[in-house]
Every structure is written in structure tokens, then in C-alpha cells.
């Protein structure tokens, strides 16, 4: 198994950047590919971007293309969500998860953005 543990969300204006940090514990973290996902207040969960374990294939919902990128330490069994030019619709609870083939059976507890407008 492998345990997950997301932070650095926070309160933050339009326009501006912040990183979100998702932290890895357990079994080896290189083994498996990361995505993110966030749920907004009353919307289902919704998907991101991801990364394949190798760090080199990311994909990204059209929503944040250009704007979120995500990239994993693997010496530090950590993978990051770099967030910039938000906006208020970015606010949500954003999560990420490990998985294997497709399937994500592990999930942290989640870490709050708010945008303000």
C-alpha cells in the first residue's frame, strides 16, 4: 500500500501561483503513476492532470492545460501540482492518487484551494 498526504493549499488571489505538494508513503513510489483531481462545493470530483511513473507522459484536462503542471521527485516520493494564473473557478478540494494500470486505489485526504476573485 501507499499512504498519501497533500498540502500547500491555501487562500490566494486571481492571477497568482501556488504549489501543491503530495507526499508518498509505503511502498515504492516510483512504481506508480499520479494524478491529481479536485472537487469543487456541490460538482463531482473532477480529473486534473496526470503523470506516468517515469516522469516523462503528462496529460492535463483542458480546463488547466497551459496553466497546472505536474511533476514528481521520486527521490523524495513526491509528486507536485504547480498551479499558475489561477482563477476562481480553480477553487476546490484537490486530491491526488496512485495507481497502477489505470486503476487508483489510493487517495490522500485532500488539500483546499480557495481563488479569490
Known amino acids: 500500500q501507499v499512504q498519501l498526504v497533500e498540502s500547500g493549499g491555501g487562500l490566494v488571489q486571481a492571477g497568482v501561483s501556488l504549489r501543491l505538494s503530495c507526499a508518498a508513503s509505503?511502498?515504492?513510489?516510483?512504481?506508480?503513476?499520479m494524478r491529481w483531481f479536485r472537487q469543487a462545493p456541490g460538482k463531482e470530483r473532477e480529473f486534473v492532470g496526470g503523470?506516468?511513473?517515469?516522469?516523462?507522459?503528462?496529460y492535463y484536462a483542458d480546463s488547466v492545460k497551459g496553466r497546472f503542471t505536474i511533476f514528481r521527485d521520486n527521490t523524495k516520493n513526491t509528486v507536485y501540482l504547480q498551479m499558475n494564473s489561477l482563477k476562481p473557478e480553480d477553487t476546490a478540494v484537490y486530491f491526488c492518487?496512485?495507481?497502477?494500470?489505470?486503476?487508483?486505489?489510493?487517495w490522500g485526504q485532500g488539500t483546499q484551494v480557495t481563488v479569490s476573485s
Open positions: 509505503g511502498r515504492t513510489f516510483s512504481y506508480y503513476d
Open positions: 492518487a496512485a495507481g497502477v494500470n489505470g486503476i487508483y486505489n489510493y
Open positions: 503523470l506516468k511513473r517515469n516522469g516523462d507522459s503528462t
